[in-house]
């Protein structure tokens, strides 16, 4: 059983080791916390634009590429105005 299984049908937020930062809704996961999201999409920060949301759609990630998983507040994050958003992206992480 995967410690995730707590988390599936909500929607949560991967970064990834390359800085990537994927949304979607936990369709499941195994043991070595390789995942499947549904309704996935990536959001590119930018320091001088807002946040650009780029559709995966059904979207398997393995688990060796996440750095971070975290469940979201749907309600805060539907009224944020991603277009106000500005952050610099993510780095790659390096070891």
């Known amino acids: ?3 995730l ?4 049908d909500r929607r949560v937020l991967l970064i990834m080791h390359d800085g990537r930062t994927i ?3 936990l369709a499941g996961s195994d043991m ?3 995942v499947i999201l549904s309704d996935a999409v990536e959001r ?3 320091a001088d ?3 650009e949301e780029v559709p995966l759609g059904l979207y398997l990630v393995k688990g060796e590429q996440i750095v971070l998983i975290g469940e979201i507040d749907t309600e805060k994050d539907s009224k944020t105005p991603l ?4 952050a610099d992206p993510i780095p790659h992480i390096r070891y």
């Open 1 to 3: 059983m995967s410690a």
């Open 5 to 8: 299984t707590g988390y599936v």
């Open 23 to 25: 949304v979607g809704t």
């Open 32 to 34: 070595k916390i390789n």
């Open 44 to 46: 590119v920060y930018s």
């Open 49 to 51: 634009e807002g946040v």
């Open 83 to 86: 277009s106000d958003v500005r």
